[in-house]
């Protein structure tokens, strides 16, 4: 048996640090007698530590620490919270990817802004020609969401027949394909000064040309004018070929026996073109022999090919 030093607590002789202040500093408590002593022998019985028998060890306190119960609740709340950010940002990146590639999200109202100044900006050419845009015999739903934002361009399903008045129509027939190509420049700012080289250019960027290099063949072109005047129009048409034929046999498209577009010009500054199954109806337009005089068009569509 021992006691510390510095607050008298007993404590076994096994025992080295003090349970009641954390002292390590002890004396030996003699057995027989119970007195204090700094040696191994009591001054007063001769009793020496080495002798004691029976040594009474004084349990010393266990301090146990308690483990925090778990918070279920919290945790699921925390979950959800978790995992519903995380839905809403990877949904909206699906939806707008082009805010996180540029380093920043926009708020809605600053985007809005931003796509009405990009608009201001744009001329009638570079609208119709905006890069990556769906084409001929492309995908009618995302001609849909390509086009959403510009109120000049009218895409829908050409049966509504509201799209004389738009800059660009694009339609369809199936709600699968494009099959339907207008664009409208009678009503463009300094229309007076469009000839027919400003607009052949648009109405190539239309032309699907993988297909109708692998498809369609080589028709004719000609010009045609209204001898009493205020029009004239330029045909461009191709048949399907045999490859095109087997093609649709396949039954994953359909492609149209004739591939054609007409580009219009009607009193001076009224331009008009159409890329579709009834832009050529199977030779001239003329009612009455005479009323048109028609002539070849020579035009290369190579040089206006991407």
Not at 127 to 137: F, N, Q, S, V
Not at 167 to 177: A, E, N, P, Q, W
Not at 275 to 286: A, D, F, H, Q
Request: proline residues 3%; neutral net charge.
């Amino acid at each position: 048996m021992k006691v510390c030093e510095y607050c008298g607590t007993r404590v076994a002789d096994n025992v080295m640090q003090c349970a009641g202040c954390g002292s390590k500093e002890f004396k030996n408590i003699c057995l027989k007698c119970g007195s204090v002593i700094s040696g191994n022998k009591c001054p007063k019985c001769e009793a020496g530590i080495k002798d004691r028998r029976n040594e009474q060890v004084i349990q010393q306190p266990v301090i146990r620490r308690m483990k925090p119960k778990k918070n279920y609740k919290l945790i699921a709340v925390l979950a959800l919270l978790y995992f519903g950010i995380v839905g809403f940002i990877v949904t909206d990146y699906m939806a707008n990817p082009e805010n996180y590639l540029s380093g920043k999200q926009e708020n809605p109202e600053s985007q809005e802004q931003t796509e009405s100044q990009k608009k201001q900006k744009l001329t009638y050419a570079e609208l119709i020609t905006l890069k990556d845009h769906p084409i001929y015999y492309g995908d009618y739903k995302l001609a849909k969401k390509f086009w959403k934002k510009y109120d000049e361009v009218v895409v829908d399903v050409t049966t509504t027949g509201h799209n004389e008045e738009a800059l660009l129509f694009v339609g369809t027939i199936d709600s699968k394909v494009i099959d339907n190509i207008r664009i409208n420049l009678s009503d463009v700012e300094g229309n007076q000064n469009i000839e027919l080289e400003d607009v052949l250019p648009l109405v190539c960027d239309y032309i699907p040309y993988e297909i109708i290099d692998k498809y369609y063949d080589f028709k004719e072109a000609f010009h045609e004018i209204y001898k009493a005047g205020n029009y004239e129009a330029y045909h461009y048409v191709m048949d399907l070929n045999d490859a095109g034929k087997e093609a649709n046999k396949s039954g994953e498209i359909k492609y149209d026996d004739k591939f054609s577009f007409q580009i219009i010009h009607r009193n001076d500054n009224e331009w008009t073109a159409e890329m579709n199954y009834l832009s050529y109806e199977g030779k001239y337009r003329s009612f009455k022999e005479g009323e048109f005089d028609i002539k070849k068009w020579k035009v290369n569509l190579k040089k206006y090919r991407n």
